[in-house]
């Protein structure tokens, strides 16, 4: 593949998918988000750093619909979808119909069948969500996800109970999936590798605000064991407060 | 590293002496899972526990020590039973009983499930439904029955009733507690894949209500029959429990104890009915089904 991005949506670059001013949002009296101000453009990949509790999650669900105790202006596409941490898939509901589910219309099996070929899932389609491995579970719901076409994918530590290895794989999978279809992506992590291997723009989340955003200007596919990553990741680490010199010794 | 080492002149501590005699540890096997289970299928098992006790009846029946008018023996009572099937008076009891159960089992089913989704559903439901119903499913129904003859009279009416009565608590209850037990993590998911709210109930809510309503069931088939013996003992001219009370008057324990047996047997077969229904419908829990 070559280096530079593929995707789509060139011409509408700079067309926001997301604008956010002034959000507040308070947990009994305690605001939790203050005052935030964010902008996500059309295509691009935006990952979300922070630490635990400082309010990346509760963005994200605000981001999705599901937390409406908002003040504030949020404006998002109308076509947005969430892959959780944990699946989520109806465990009463067979693959692929957990797939369609939702979908307006009455879509048959073969857009179902399509989308789960697309995270190479295919073969399980006919499984109950009981029988999946973790990795499977996360990329049927990323093919939930990604069947509704969004042009918003909002993705809460989709990584986070995978195992190394898989989640190596769906990490890469999920930077295919988005050079192809050319849709905004935020993806909330507490994993600074992941962030600065995936993302165009690294922000870190603190206080109830954007503290930092930090623009990655590496090439595609990129190499963790580049120097320049390996800077970029200490700089946000740092940012978070972890000490990376003290790790090192 | 400043420990120094222990002194050449000590014993070499000798640690291959501990485990085994010979140094080696003491390995022991583990046997796979299906050496271990029995080549009995499950059926059997299953109708070994029955079968016994009929067996135990009839050597004690053998021996004199139960007596024909304590309790019949199982020869005898196979006897009468053929008999009473023979001259149809046990089957268009059956039926009749049947009749009585279906009718106030669906009654029943509509009342509890229609009120439970109410109050599981809404909360201003919760509000109106679930204190009235709490404070009705305390009354035990039995003691209804004359209030019932006196308002619906001694037809069939007032039998349906009881039992219908008897069958809508303990559904409500479970269909109630399994709404109320649906992962919110779910809905959540639900809504976030644009589902309509009577999207959310048909495709989360009630699938998630499903194993809770068919215990709720279960439940609900016990009481059912229970409710049916009582009803049928007052002012019946038909069914089992009729039957039964005629046999008292006469004396006849065989016939009761048919009439036991037929009871039985009702209820192993809604018990069946469900469980079937278990197994089609909840393939997809991930449950533990036992060793």
Known sequence: MATDVHRPVTTRRNAPAVRVEGLTRSFDGRAVIDDLRLDVRQGEFVALLGRSGCGKSTLLRILAGLDRDIEGTVLVPRRKAVAFQSPRLMPWKKVWRNVLLGLPGKPGRPVADQALEEVGLGHRADAWPKTLSGGEAQRASLARALVREPDLLLLDEPFGALDALTRIKAQRLVGELWQRRGCAVLLVTHDVEEAVLLADRVLVMDDGVIAHEQHIDLDRPRDITDPRFAELRAGLLERLGVDTAAEAA | ?291
């Not at chain 2, 039998?159 to 409500?172: D, E, Q, S």
């Open chain 2, 1 to 291: 590293m400043s420990i120094s080492h222990a002194p050449p002149s000590a014993p070499e501590p000798d640690i291959s002496e501990i485990p085994g005699k010979d140094g080696s540890l003491e390995l022991e096997p583990l046997v796979p899972a299906s050496s271990r289970r029995t080549r009995v299928p499950r059926w059997l098992r299953r109708t070994t526990g029955p079968v016994v006790l009929v067996l135990l009846w009839q050597v004690l029946s053998a021996t004199g020590v139960l007596t024909s008018d304590v309790l019949a023996s199982p020869g005898r009572i196979a006897e009468v039973g053929r008999d009473l099937i023979a001259d149809g008076s046990l089957t268009s009891a059956m039926g009749t009983s049947l009749q009585r159960v279906a009718a106030g089992l669906l009654l029943g089913t509509l009342v509890g499930t229609g009120l439970a989704l109410v109050s599981g559903l809404f909360r201003i439901g919760e509000d109106l439904v679930d204190a009235p119903v709490q404070m009705l499913r305390t009354v035990p129904f039995v003691g209804l029955i004359p209030l019932f003859i006196i308002w619906f009279g001694i037809g069939e009416a007032p039998k349906i009733a009881i039992i219908t009565l008897g069958v809508t608590f303990p559904l409500y209850l479970n269909v109630y507690a399994g709404i109320r037990g649906v992962d919110s993590q779910l809905i959540e998911a639900g809504e976030s894949l644009g589902l309509s709210r009577w999207g959310l109930v048909r495709h989360v809510v009630l699938p998630g209500a499903l194993p809770g309503a068919l215990t709720g069931l279960r439940y609900s088939l016990g009481i059912a029959w229970l409710a049916l013996v009582f009803a049928e003992q007052v002012n019946a001219d038909s069914g089992i429990g009729f039957l039964m009370v005629q046999a008292r008057d006469f004396l006849r324990t065989d016939v009761i104890v048919v009439c036991l047996i037929v009871y039985a047997f009702l209820g192993l077969l809604a018990d069946f009915v469900v469980r079937s229904l278990e197994r089609l419908l909840l393939q997809w829990r991930p449950t533990f089904t036992g060793r």
